[in-house]
């Protein structure tokens, strides 16, 4: 299924549909007016401020579990009905057990130390200036993503702990739950003493207001769009406002001659099947020549027992044990984030074809390399260009919960300002403070 937010801007969408007579381009503005004094107030803001409002924003969530799956269902029920497809549906639902660790993500990012006022660098020169550059909130995030209500959570608590004022616009795919879970929020922090305002949502404009938001340079400091190809892209071309672009996650296992084949088996599972639907999940195997008839056979039964199916090249194939569910692999197959049950898989001669493999379809997320060789394993992590590279161990550890982070507002594949996942550090900016006695330039 395409969501709205797959489609590029131009394109017919299923938003909620816009009150009459309201100049989108105008309420979004005020939108980001309102969140531009509010990250003004926030930026004086203690950390212990900061942190208390964080933990009530978890409590609030807590508490609110049932509307919230009240709403999420709504969602869910829509998204059956217009034929989502599995790992969206996925990515969309929530269960007491995840709106529990949503609000337990915000309790750790209380706990992390706060970024405001962090001395990135500072010196005395020469002449007696004394330097220090230091971290800053960047004022307005703008937030365009789909089907991921924990993300609203996600950003607010990373926008609120950074010093930032937060834009989301989340789809129609999730417009219930997050509709619910703003008020949620916005209701805890006026309750702690904080602005609302830190907080907004512009679904209710629909696309049109996604475009209004990509366009409000000058109001909204960075955009960051979290989704499918087609909506990263969309933004990234589109956009006046600046964006961290994130990326789809075309990830890639590979596993050496010397890997230990025990300890491949489960991470390789791991990589694959503990969450379909998430952008760190592997989506193409490569196994070296030398170990392709030990590891193969067993790898494709147990993951065929898991319910995946195998997209493989001709080794691949002749090794498969007659019942597996395994097809032939084309190029589409390896350009392909698949986020559902199946895999690519292919066979290579060394770890030069698998490195150029790696190369030739990776979209720069995170690759993994299970090997025995320390000098195999040093190539692997100097030559693979990704924003995360793993040795001996699975790709879903590219996260910002798992990474020590707190949570993420997303995982950036580019190179500028932010690459991997980004968490309270990549939502700064940074200001030089220079301090004079009487200081003239000759």
């Known amino acids: 299924m395409t969501t709205s937010l797959d489609l590029p801007v131009g394109a017919s969408s299923g938003t909620a549909a816009t009150p009459p007579a309201v100049d989108v381009r105008e309420a979004v503005e005020q939108v980001a007016r309102r969140a531009k004094t509010a990250s003004r107030r926030l930026a004086t803001a203690t950390r212990a401020t900061k942190d208390a409002a964080l933990l009530a924003l978890a409590d609030a969530l807590v508490a609110a579990t049932d509307e919230i799956l009240a709403a999420n269902a709504t969602d869910l029920a829509r998204g059956r009905d217009n034929g989502m497809s599995s790992g969206l549906l996925d990515r969309l639902a929530l269960t007491p057990e995840r709106v529990a660790s949503i609000a337990d993500a915000l309790r ?15 010196s005395t020169l020469p002449n007696g200036l004394r330097l220090r550059q230091l971290r800053v909130p960047m004022g307005v995030v703008g937030m365009i993503y789909e089907a991921r209500p924990n993300v609203t959570v996600d ?8 010093g930032n004022a937060v834009i989301l616009r989340g789809g129609s795919a999730a417009a219930a739950s997050n509709e619910v879970i703003v008020r949620v929020l916005a209701d805890a922090l006026e309750a702690q003493g904080l602005p609302g305002a830190l907080v907004q949502s ?3 404009y629909g696309r049109e207001g996604g475009v209004a938001l ?17 909506l990263i892209q ?18 890639h296992v590979y596993v050496d001659e010397s890997a230990d084949l025990a300890m491949a088996l489960p991470i390789l599972l791991n990589a694959k099947t503990q969450r379909i639907g998430v952008c760190n999940a592997a989506e193409t195997l490569l196994v070296h020549r030398a170990v392709a008839h030990e590891f193969l056979p067993v790898a494709i039964a147990t993951l065929a027992d898991a319910g995946v199916t195998v997209h493989g090249d001709a080794t691949t194939l002749a090794l498969a044990p007659d019942d597996a569910p395994v097809v032939p692999a084309t190029d589409e197959d390896w350009a392909t984030e698949y986020l559902s049950l199946d895999l690519a898989v292919r066979v290579v001669d060394d770890l030069d074809e698998a490195i150029e493999h790696i190369r030739t379809w990776s979209s720069g997320h995170t690759e993994a390399i299970v090997t025995r060789d320390l000098a195999a394993s040093e190539r692997f992590v100097a030559e693979v260009d990704s924003a995360a590279v793993m040795v001996n161990a699975s790709t879903r550890f590219t996260d910002g919960g798992q990474l020590g982070l707190g949570a993420e507002i997303g995982i950036s594949t580019q190179k500028l300002h932010a690459r991997g996942p980004m968490g309270l550090a990549e939502l700064t900016t940074t200001k030089w403070v220079v301090h004079g006695d009487g200081h003239v330039r000759p």
Do not use: F, H, Q, Y
């Open 108 to 122: 750790e990012l209380a706990g992390l130390p706060d970024p405001v006022g962090e001395v990135v660098r500072g």
């Open 214 to 230: 990509m366009r409000a340079r000058g109001l909204v400091d960075v955009l960051v769009p979290r989704g499918g190809a087609d």
């Open 202 to 204: 512009i679904d209710a």
């Open 234 to 251: 969309t933004v990234v071309r589109e956009s006046t406002v600046p964006v961290i672009e994130t990326g789809v996650g075309n990830v």
């Open 155 to 162: 950003a607010a608590g990373l926008a609120l702990k950074s």
